[in-house]
């Protein structure tokens, strides 16, 4: 206890916290404050329910009374509650108390009775201390949360019982002075608790009706004055969870807040835990990479902890793909990367699911062995590259690069080239899975660079280029049977005279259900070019010619629309012939007016552009047109793309 107390004294004199020191003076030997100053038995004690104060017959807050509560006003407030005769000797002790001394001595003089004093009459009542608000905030609860010290002290002598009161959300005065970020206020509730009999204990311990002490309070708004405050007085405090099961050491670091977490992580017994069985360290390895140092330092083990899902924080920090973060984990606890989450998934795969190429490879320098982990369905690492490398994931240009670094790793490495051809537990290799997908550049580097092996089959009996021909794009499909083609790909044993009609069929099938859209498309194209040609930018003139026939750029607009109305034409005849004709003739009618169709799109564009600069003159031909022109170009190469 000496031990103890002694160094929260220093800490008080270090904040030069007058009113802490005292308090602590006053607890020494206080049997109450002591399991404050000592970490209880059960670190992981969650919140009991806590009554309301009752006390005496509770009033409505007077308006007048609430109004000088929150300006702070004393001398109203002292008017409303007729405190005149009692208020000059405690202004002369709060003005006086310089020293911890005069604190003590002051404070034992004091007068606690008469505790349920009226003052004059007021609308329909007595102004009283016992007046709450509709969230039953009492008077002292206005003043801690709008930071009034002098008026705190004042109402607190009078009657200290307000000390415990508690709201609608079971908050007390301190939560509110914590939740404000008021030290001093802070200081002076412990304090006058402890001196006046109620115990700093009965004040600190109490709860919300969401299990947060005061401490919680503090840290999730950010005061970290406040912190040091209720972590010299009372250091238990950081074990305490709320009802959603946080510590406060974990909400700190998922405010990032890092100087709270320095000050927690000076007691080795603060609790570390968070929602869903994590600990501070999952959330800080997506936080803050000095936080996360700060934590390894403070207690190595938490990177081998798991949370509800089985998952490490190094799981979390593959996901996030920061390698910097990734190299701290592996050099204080390199054991962590074999840890498995529930589904089976080590942080390798987490790494190869999101497509981060140098956490993987940052892993496997540093734990070589760990590629041979497989999940719960048998799958390495490489088996989830290839299944989430396909264009319905969205994938961007970077993501296809770090797919393909991470194939060009396996191939260069002699003791990973065995994944290449791995089989899971339903016998798909990653070629299979590359080959569902579509993907051609993936499946390319596989069968070229990795030289997977195309023959193999799954347990239903595919290989690569069955499920190819089983996507359900056609141009996904043509791409990958392509290139699983070109190097000697081959369907699984079947009668000859069926892989062309499979073929065929998934052809038409796909020509029908495009060709809908595109004749419709193509008509609307052909519509409003027919429209433009007679509705002329400049109209005509009395003999019924264009008034800007002259100029070289309305000719070039009816060159354009022209040709944007005869191409958007022939593709919808195309379209049309290619569902009478054969299955072969059905294929070349759909490309042709697949290109008239663009062609018709362009020259659409580059029509209107046209009919633009020709109304405003040359200022828009000189300044907007190429940019213009670069636009539709972009348009065009877009639309091809898709």
């Known amino acids: 206890m000496s031990v103890n107390l002694d160094r929260a004294l220093r800490k008080a004199n270090d904040l030069q916290d007058e009113k802490l020191y005292a308090a602590l003076l006053l607890a020494e030997g206080d049997q109450r404050l002591s399991s404050l100053l000592q970490p209880p038995l059960d670190h992981l004690r969650a919140g009991a329910d806590l009554p309301l104060y009752e006390g005496s017959r509770r009033q409505a807050m007077c308006p ?77 609860h206005i003043a801690a949360e709008q930071g009034h010290v002098e008026l705190v002290e004042k109402i607190i002598r009078r009657d200290n019982t307000l000390l415990i009161s508690q709201n609608s959300k079971h908050e007390t005065p301190l939560h509110l002075a914590a939740r404000a970020g008021h030290r001093r206020i802070v200081s002076l509730i412990i304090f006058l608790a402890q001196e006046s009999g109620i115990g700093a204990y009965e004040v600190l311990t109490k709860r919300s009706i969401k299990g947060d002490t005061v401490l919680h309070e503090a840290i999730r708004h950010g005061h970290e004055d406040v912190v040091q405050v209720l972590m010299t007085v009372a250091p238990a405090l950081s074990v305490e969870l709320n009802n959603a099961s ?80 990734v190299k701290t984990i592996l050099d204080k606890a390199p054991l962590a990367v074999y840890i498995q989450d529930q589904e089976g998934s080590s942080p390798l795969h987490v790494a190869a699911r999101m497509r981060h190429y140098s956490a993987i490879s940052c892993m496997i320098d540093h734990c070589p062995d760990s590629f041979e982990l497989c999940d719960n369905q048998g799958r390495n690492f490489l088996h989830i590259v290839a299944q989430h490398g396909g264009r319905d994931i969205n994938l961007n240009r970077q993501d296809l690069k770090n797919i393909i670094s991470i194939i060009n790793l396996v191939s260069q490495k002699s003791d990973l080239k065995k994944l290449v051809n791995e089989r899971d537990n339903e016998g798909n290799t990653p070629l299979h899975f590359a080959s569902m997908n579509g993907f051609s550049e993936v499946i390319l580097h596989f069968v070229k660079v990795s030289k997977a092996d195309t023959t193999l089959m799954n347990n239903e009996g595919k290989t690569a280029l069955d499920q190819a021909v089983s996507l359900r794009s056609f141009l996904l499909m043509s791409g990958a049977v392509a290139t699983l083609s070109a190097y000697g790909a081959t369907f ?66 009816l060159i354009l629309d022209t040709i944007a109305m005869s191409t958007s034409v022939s593709a919808a005849m195309l379209l049309v012939v290619a569902k009478a004709v054969s299955k072969r003739g059905s294929w070349t009618c759909f490309c042709l007016s697949l290109n008239f169709l663009w062609t018709s799109l362009f020259t659409m564009q580059l029509a209107f552009i046209m009919a633009v600069s020709v109304t405003l003159g040359d200022v828009f031909l000189r300044h907007e047109f190429p940019l213009s022109l670069l636009s539709s170009n972009d348009t065009t190469k877009s639309c091809l793309v898709s």
């Open 246 to 325: 946080m510590s406060p050491l974990y909400l700190a670091v998922v405010r990032n807040s890092i100087g709270i977490v320095t000050t927690l992580l000076q007691f080795s017994h603060s609790s570390f835990v968070g929602p869903n069985q994590q600990n501070a360290l999952h959330a800080a390895v997506l936080q803050s990479q000095e936080m996360m140092t700060m934590l390894l330092d403070w207690k190595v083990e938490l990177a081998n902890k798991r949370d509800a899902s089985g998952s490490t924080p190094i799981h979390y920090a593959t996901s996030s793909g920061d390698v910097a973060i």
């Open 64 to 140: 007048d009374l609430y109004r000088a509560m929150l300006s702070g006003s004393i001398n109203h407030v002292i008017e409303l509650l007729g405190l005149q005769e009692e208020m000059t000797r405690i202004n002369n002790v709060s003005h006086d108390s310089t020293h911890v001394e005069v604190l003590l001595e002051d404070t034992h003089k004091s007068e606690k009775s008469n505790r349920h004093w009226g003052g004059r009459v007021h609308g329909d009542g007595l102004c009283t201390l016992q007046e709450v608000t509709a969230e039953k905030n009492t008077v002292l």
């Open 492 to 557: 699984s044993p079947r009668r000859q005279d069926k892989v062309p009609k499979d073929w065929e069929d998934e052809t038409t099938k796909w020509i029908d259900r495009v060709s809908k859209n595109l004749i419709i498309v193509s008509v609307l194209i052909a519509t409003i070019a027919f429209s433009a040609a007679f509705n002329v930018p400049g109209s005509y003139n009395g003999n019924g010619v264009a008034n800007l026939r002259q100029k070289k750029q309305y000719n070039i607009f």
